[in-house]
């Protein structure tokens, strides 16, 4: 059992900000590093690669798996009482089993992902109306697309185009995980918001 408090800050070491974003890199902006949490350290590397393999398991996705106990992660680092907790792995599970469970109603609730070109044009012939409506949308997702933040746009693109993963996108771009986690999820709620939907 691992009980979590905050270590002793390190001599001449920044205070954390308290109002920093669990998807932000944890260097502040003069480019000093926040604390280390040696008991969070400990906790990822005991429990990261059963909550994989077990997640791994349910989803069938290597990739899948990764980013979902990932993701589990920084939602735990993100939580202000997880210095409090008397049994971090219990919540930690409850956090998996939660994403696991918010995951399977969004695929029960989503429509497939077509993109919008000329290659996946529909069996019956277009009238006039469809084609206005369906360039009006194309444009409307171009510009909310060409609106987001230029890293941000360039994370999204590398992973909705070019098909990266997180980590992938993380190596090539010498950012954290979290943070093109964070930029993804930001850019599909700009574009979401965007677009009305």
């Known amino acids: 059992m691992h009980r979590f408090r905050s270590p002793p800050p390190r001599a001449g070491a ?14 502040r902006d003069d480019g000093t590093e926040l604390p280390d949490d040696p008991q969070f350290d400990l906790l990822y590397r005991e ?3 059963q ?4 997640v791994r398991a349910q989803l069938r996705s290597k990739e899948e798996a990764s980013d979902l106990v990932q993701d589990a992660f920084a939602r735990l680092l993100g939580s202000t009482t997880r210095h409090a907790l008397r049994q971090p792995e219990a919540f930690l ?7 696991l469970v918010d995951r399977a109603r969004r695929l029960a609730t989503r429509t497939p992902h077509v993109p919008i070109d000329d290659g996946n044009e529909p069996a019956t012939r277009p009238t006039q109306a469809d084609a206005i409506e369906l360039a009006q949308m ?5 510009a909310a697309v060409a609106a987001l933040p230029a890293r941000m746009r360039e994370v999204f693109l590398l992973h909705r185009v070019r098909g990266l993963s997180y980590r992938e996108i993380a190596a090539m771009l010498g ?9 993804i999820a930001e850019a599909i709620d700009r574009i979401g918001a965007e677009l009305g939907q």
């Open 93 to 99: 599970n409850r956090i998996v089993r939660n994403l």
């Open 47 to 49: 429990q990261a690669p």
């Open 138 to 142: 194309k444009a409307c997702y171009e």
């Open 14 to 27: 920044a205070p954390q900000d308290p109002h920093a974003r669990p998807g932000e890199d944890s260097a």
């Open 175 to 183: 950012i954290s995980l979290r943070t093109v986690e964070w930029h």
């Open 51 to 54: 909550l994989r393999r077990r």
